[in-house]
């Protein structure tokens, strides 16, 4: 029995006092509307309603039903009401995450995109690698994020997938800075700077190999993130860093005095976004964060759409391919 639709027929005949004016208020036919209450009397165990053929009456264990039915439809709404603004990513809370290397203006537009069209929506942000993105996934602790490529999608749907071109950090002082561009071959000799493996292993594996079809191939890798540490590496160590262009100070007007950002010659190198969900769950709010994501990226980091056919998958286990 449709308890809601069968409280509504109740409600309407106790106010009515009339069988036909309730069925034409409910939009619907009187027999199917007698049918009704009669059920219902029947699920209850009580009389609603005495019956004439002149007038119908609420009995008294109908009067003391009729708030508590009043009360359950409005909470019957109050309950659809929130399943709605649910759906249309209005409430709700959504957790979602970001890569470690996506900079500080990118995430301050993604989250003013975000509330500007979804103030009422809880946004639960984290800073998480991709690898322990598609970890949230499987575990069910994450409902969105955005992801590095190449990587396991298996099970995921993707958002447009965006570029974000690589350049070379490196001293002031060397003879590389004082290029336009800098050729990957150019930075043979140096030690190279990347983040640890385990967090993105098919990226780090990538852009390895890129990087020796681009005739470099560094005598070790050095492992670090934070932008202080990697600043240290590259002044002490005669190491080299690959970063975009929007997480270097000169990205927002200040010059550092020890080292210079410079692109890399016909721009071989790039990390690959997009933002994931699994696949199933891609509700308006994840649509949402999808587009804001995207948007952010397009303006603040110089992200483009990808228009090179890269694979998106994981390639055969390998330290790098050549």
């Known amino acids: 029995m449709d308890l809601v ?162 350049g070379v950090l490196l001293p002031r002082d060397t003879a590389q800075a004082g290029l336009a561009e800098v050729p990957l071959a150019s930075l043979t000799g140096y030690d190279l700077i990347l983040f640890p493996r385990d967090s ?15 005739g470099y191939t560094p005598a070790a890798v050095r492992h670090g993130q934070g932008a202080s540490f990697v600043r240290g590496l590259v002044l002490s160590a005669g190491a080299v860093a690959l970063v975009p262009r929007d997480t270097q100070p000169a990205a927002t007007g200040e010059r550092d005095p020890d080292l210079v950002w410079r692109p890399l010659a016909g721009a071989p190198l790039a990390w690959r976004h997009s933002v994931a969900w699994p696949k199933g769950r891609g509700d308006a709010a994840v649509g949402a964060f999808a587009d804001a994501a995207t948007q952010a990226l397009r303006t603040t980091a110089g992200a483009r759409a990808e228009t090179t056919a890269r694979p998106l998958h994981l390639r055969p286990a390998s330290e790098f391919w050549l």
Not at 22 to 48: H, K, N, T, W
Not at 124 to 151: K, M
Not at 200 to 214: E, N
């Open 200 to 214: 993105a292993p098919a990226v780090y594996d990538d852009l390895l190999t890129a990087c020796a079809r681009g």
């Open 5 to 166: 639709r069968h409280l509504e027929c109740f409600v309407a005949v106790a106010e009515e006092s009339h069988f036909g004016r309730a069925a034409a208020r409910l939009g619907m036919a009187q027999p199917p509307l007698s049918q009704r209450i009669a059920r219902l009397e029947r699920e209850l165990g009580v009389r609603l309603f005495e019956r004439t053929s002149r007038q119908v009456t609420i009995t008294e264990a109908g009067t003391l039903l009729l708030a508590e039915a009043r009360e359950l439809l409005a909470r019957s709404e109050s309950f659809l009401a929130t399943a709605r603004r649910i759906r249309d990513g209005e409430t709700g809370l959504l957790r979602a995450a970001l890569s470690p290397d996506i900079s500080g203006e990118t995430v301050a537009a993604l989250l003013a995109a975000f509330r500007r069209h979804h103030a009422g929506l809880e946004l639960e942000l984290h800073e998480l690698s991709t690898a322990q993105q598609l970890a949230g996934f499987a575990s069910h602790d994450l409902d969105v994020g955005l992801i590095h490529h190449p990587c396991d999608v298996a099970g995921l749907e993707l958002g447009p997938v965006l570029r974000r071109d690589l």
